[in-house]
Nanobody
Framework: QLQASGGGLVQAGGSLRLSCAASRRTNSNNGMAWFRQAPGKEREFVAGVDWRGSNAIEADSVKGRFTISRDNSKNMVYLQMNSLKPEDTAVYYC?????????????????WGQGTLVTVSS
């Protein structure tokens, strides 16, 4: 129901764009978000966007570097990642929120993608 893609290996300072394809049934009228999980760490919120794509929130650690967006006509959500740092290395997951707006808590999401690995080398 959610298919994330776009991960890969990039040097510090580089950019990547992650994509998440969602079925209409899983994301209509729902907020969506990206989370990430680094080895040995808990999953953490990265960025989220409301169902219209008009309001977004980001974690402080990525603010000014990452941008979330969505295209409801294509049932797609994107995460543009610029100025990547080694500490951004993680598996990135897209998720569908329980409500129309995103939440910073993973417990407020009902569908999760399989994840895509982002590795940033120094």
């Amino acid at each position: 129901q959610l298919q994330a893609s776009g991960g890969g290996l990039v040097q510090a300072g580089g950019s990547l764009r992650l994509s998440c394809a969602a079925s209409r049934r899983t994301n209509s009228n729902n907020g969506m978000a990206w989370f990430r999980q680094a080895p040995g760490k808990e999953r953490e919120f990265v960025a989220g966007v409301d169902w219209r794509g008009s309001n977004a929130i980001e974690a402080d650690s990525v603010k000014g570097r990452f941008t979330i967006s969505r295209d409801n006509s294509k049932n797609m959500v994107y995460l543009q990642m610029n100025s990547l740092k080694p500490e951004d290395t993680a598996v990135y997951y897209c998720a569908v929120a329980l409500s129309a707006v995103p939440s910073r808590s993973s417990g407020n999401y009902r569908y999760w993608g399989q994840g895509t690995l982002v590795t940033v080398s120094s």
